[in-house]
């Protein structure tokens, strides 16, 4: 039996990039296409199969411990950056300025996906929701390039908005306009933190 199913939601791919150096800066380097691979994006500095850890995994494991890399793409959501920037008071954000891999219209609630829902292309590229990405002050300095005194603003107003990490499934090619197809997790939501079935509430 199928563990996720086919959805009839799709998101069109309308930016790519690659952030090449982070101690340089974050701002991302927008490009039109790139080549997926199991490693996620040649010359991209979040990409490798493995990690250290940081911030975000500190309760799991001591930073900078080599563990699986499930951070390969930022990806973002285009309708959720236009929310970011009106709680900002600023006209846009580019997914440049938070170091985006690939940004996505017409998929809903994007943020909050699934994770292990399926990002699929056309040709079978297949992009892993890891999770939730949580806003930091980073794009802050990218930001503040562009539009003095309004970085400090983004991690707040980027809750809940600010995207998810995901990971390569299977290889292929990424270009601006494609269409990625949603599958989710064919699973109820888990419950554990609910009394079980019988107990007493």
Same mark, same amino acid.
């Given at each position: 039996?199928?563990?996720?199913?086919?959805?009839?939601?799709?998101?069109?791919?309308?930016?790519?990039?690659?952030?090449?150096?982070?101690?340089?800066?974050?701002?991302?380097?927008?490009?039109?296409?790139?080549?997926?691979?199991?490693?996620?994006?040649?010359?991209?500095?979040?990409?490798?199969?493995?990690?250290?850890?940081?911030?975000?995994?500190?309760?799991?494991?001591?930073?900078?411990?080599?563990?699986?890399?499930?951070?390969?793409?930022?990806?973002?959501?285009?309708?959720?950056?236009?929310?970011?920037?009106?709680?900002?008071?600023?006209?846009?954000?580019?997914?440049?300025?938070?170091?985006?891999?690939?940004? *996505?219209? $017409?998929?809903?609630?994007?943020? =909050?996906? /699934?994770?292990?829902?399926?990002? &699929? !292309? #056309?040709?079978?590229?297949?992009?892993?929701?890891?999770?939730?990405?949580?806003?930091?002050?980073?794009?802050?300095?990218?930001?503040?390039?562009?539009?003095?005194?309004?970085?400090?603003?983004?991690?707040?107003?980027?809750?809940?908005?600010?995207?998810?990490?995901?990971?390569?499934?299977?290889?292929?090619?990424? *270009?601006? $306009?494609?269409?990625?197809?949603? =599958?989710? /997790?064919?699973?109820?939501?888990? &419950? !554990? #933190?609910?009394?079980?079935?019988?107990?007493?509430?």
């Amino acid at each position: 039996m199928p563990a996720l199913m086919p959805t009839d939601f799709s998101g069109k791919v309308t930016w790519l990039g690659r952030v090449a150096n982070r101690a340089t800066t974050l701002e991302a380097e927008p490009l039109q296409e790139v080549t997926v691979g199991f490693a996620g994006v040649m010359g991209e500095e979040h990409g490798g199969l493995t990690r250290p850890s940081c911030s975000r995994v500190l309760l799991q494991h001591p930073r900078d411990t080599v563990i699986r890399n499930v951070r390969q793409f930022s990806i973002v959501s285009t309708e959720e950056l236009a929310l970011i920037a009106a709680s900002m008071g600023l006209e846009r954000i580019e997914p440049a300025w938070v170091g985006a891999s690939i940004a *996505v219209e $017409g998929l809903p609630d994007f943020t =909050h996906l /699934p994770p292990s829902s399926r990002l &699929q !292309g #056309a040709d079978g590229v297949t992009l892993v929701v890891d999770m939730e990405n949580r806003p930091c002050q980073l794009p802050a300095k990218v930001i503040d390039g562009v539009h003095p005194g309004f970085g400090k603003a983004f991690k707040s107003a980027a809750k809940g908005r600010r995207g998810v990490t995901a990971w390569v499934e299977r290889e292929g090619r990424l *270009v601006v $306009g494609d269409r990625l197809r949603l =599958h989710i /997790p064919d699973q109820r939501a888990w &419950q !554990g #933190a609910l009394p079980l079935f019988g107990e007493a509430g």
